[in-house]
């Protein structure tokens, strides 16, 4: 949340740090970076013995790459590797640190199948690309709610 997500979702200091400071004083213990996979302090059997419930909260920060020719060219970035950058560099220097992906003046290709790019195009057009075409990979949605939706 605090930085895959743009400041224009989601306010980082007055919501997200707020809301995380107000559950480490009720007791929620944050252990970040933590490698469920390989840290035997975090197998499923030492946490059942501690914790009566388990909750898995992750992000997606692992790309889907496609297999394209060209694919490995200077400019082509994944989504949520942009997004971070963009979001720590507002945070930490209101981006004057220039540790982010600039898209100032670029013609913009976003390939995208999710929410996600919806994040980066809102983020291109306040970083003032000069353009923007959007190859969505997943089939159109529904003009209206399906069925079983509600």
Same mark, same amino acid.
């Given at each position: 949340? @605090?930085?895959?997500?743009?400041?224009?979702?989601?306010?980082?200091?007055? &919501? $997200?740090? =707020?809301?995380?400071? *107000? @559950?480490?004083?009720?007791? $929620?213990?944050?252990? $970040?970076?933590?490698?469920? #996979?390989?840290?035997?302090?975090?197998? +499923?059997?030492?946490? #059942?013995?501690?914790?009566?419930?388990?909750?898995?909260? &992750?992000?997606?920060?692992?790309? =889907?790459? +496609?297999?394209?020719?060209?694919?490995?060219?200077?400019?082509?970035?994944?989504?949520?590797?942009? *997004? %971070?950058?963009?979001?720590?560099?507002? +945070?930490?220097?209101?981006?004057?640190?220039?540790?982010?992906?600039?898209?100032?003046?670029?013609?913009?290709? $976003?390939?995208?199948?999710?929410?996600?790019?919806?994040?980066?195009?809102?983020?291109?057009?306040? %970083?003032?690309?000069?353009?923007? &075409?959007?190859?969505?990979? *997943?089939?159109?949605? *529904?003009?209206?709610?399906?069925?079983?939706?509600?």
């Amino acid at each position: 949340m @605090m930085y895959g997500v743009p400041n224009i979702k989601t306010d980082k200091i007055d &919501v $997200v740090q =707020r809301r995380a400071d *107000l @559950m480490e004083k009720e007791g $929620v213990k944050f252990v $970040v970076n933590a490698n469920v #996979r390989n840290n035997p302090a975090f197998t +499923l059997d030492c946490l #059942r013995e501690d914790h009566e419930a388990i909750v898995l909260a &992750v992000g997606a920060t692992k790309p =889907r790459d +496609l297999p394209v020719p060209r694919r490995d060219l200077l400019g082509v970035h994944f989504a949520m590797k942009f *997004l %971070h950058a963009n979001t720590k560099s507002l +945070l930490d220097s209101n981006l004057q640190d220039e540790k982010y992906i600039s898209v100032k003046g670029k013609k913009v290709v $976003v390939i995208s199948g999710g929410d996600t790019e919806t994040n980066c195009i809102r983020t291109f057009f306040r %970083h003032g690309c000069s353009s923007i &075409v959007n190859l969505e990979l *997943l089939p159109q949605p *529904l003009n209206t709610r399906a069925p079983g939706n509600p």
